[in-house]
């Protein structure tokens, strides 16, 4: 057995396309979307990031503004700075750069965005709200995962998933977004003694600890389908995953890859979030109908 | 084999024991802490609640005062209650009794009780701002899990444990104070396609899914500690737990009882959480020294 292929460029590109619709239809009526970034770093990754935001929001007709403070900014600048967007009529999404200034914690500021335009999901209160059933944005890399597998057909239902690693941003929120499509979901970390029996028995296998290459072929039932979230960079700058794609693929139903699986898909969601809004859709909903329709991947249950 | 009994009125006894002092202490230097209870309900099992809470205050020293608002009261009264209570400084406690009108949802009041006073748990960011490592009160009965457990010895970091119900009020929240004493957790639920194969290898297993005899002894592993947070009613008024202790018992090695396990901390917890105030201690820090010292119950890895 040889893994599919879960493409995360042909996901973005269908939310891309949809997207440039709605903003279409928005700019015959006079209105034009607009998304806030608030930084208070120059850290690299996040300047590049920042680029590559304004340049997809330029693509698509979504107006980007980037307020930059200083690297040494008080909690309560930032604090100001996020609340005086969220109150702006003319923003409609708000999200915050990382790393923030030394002593300074997401925590602390976060609560600052209104969860109606928290199109990130970094406020605790929108992550306590949409998962206990209220209305709220999840953090845009776990809802990719969920994004990519509804893509290529992968059922969730009674699927029995293992997340590895438990972030705030990714492990947290994802094993609530299996939990509320009725997968039965196991988290394992850095503390989990025994690996490979917490992963082996998963039809679908989640690699979100940030460490390159931990999963491996051991650690893979075989034709469990496998996602890796892992974006870990060497000392050249190159980019991998979590997953060892030569041992995991011949076990393997269907893998994503590193680049172009969930990373592909976080952007575009995080400007659906910005022009569909909060009321119209709610993160723990099934992804609307893919404009592509590829075959559906088996899951062992 | 026959199970070990987790005794949950000694653990409440102790917890008890200490608040007392620390409401003497309070004394001496003038301060009386004060549980303010919000209700929109006469719901006879809700009315018998608020009335052991309040025997309980009177019994500790600390001050139980009731707010009954009309069955019919529209969110916006309820949240300024909620509000009004949370503003008040001689209340450090505030708790809404459910069942709650028609129409009023708990995700649309709670949002009004103050982080630092939430003592149950209620307010949607005490979930998001805990579960993302910051400072907040956990529902009493997911909190009240833990605590039985600590207080018996049972270890949790690196176990395997597994929670069956995913409640907004226990199983959510339970099974990431599980996951941040550094537990490997599995949450199972009604769409759970194999239940046993979900249960069995569990070292922990927490029954929380509030249906009568749920888990029976195919359900656990021989050594597994049980813990049971099922508090159901029959038609003549009886109590019963999610756990059927006859054919569980001679499989697992301790079990906790219902009622005098789980249930008969929650009263305490929600009393310690009002005397010592959100400063004092994170729900996801490990309980404190517990006066009596049993034996440790073996817990298998």
Redesign the interface.
Known sequence: MSAGILDGRAVAAGITERSIERVGELARTGGQRRLHIVTATTDPSSESYVRALTRYGTRIGVRVTVERLDEGAPAETIRRALASASADPSVHGVMLQTPLPAGV???QVA?AIAVDKDVDGA???????W????AGFAPATAAAVIELLDHHGVEL??A?VTVVG?S?VVG?PL??LF?NR?A??????S???NLA??TR?ASILVAAAGSPGLVTGEHVGDGAVVVDVGTNYDAFGRLSGDVDAGSVAPRAAALSPVPGGVGAITTALLFRNTITGLAARRPTEPAAQTTTEPAPVPVP?
Chains 1, 2 share one sequence.
Request: no cysteine.
């Open positions: 914690s997401l925590q609560t406020n605790p209160l929108s992550l306590g709200t998962m206990s059933g209220g239902a009674g029995r438990r705030p947290k094993l609530h939990l009725d039965t979901v196991t988290v394992a970390h503390k989990t003694k029996a917490a028995g249950h």
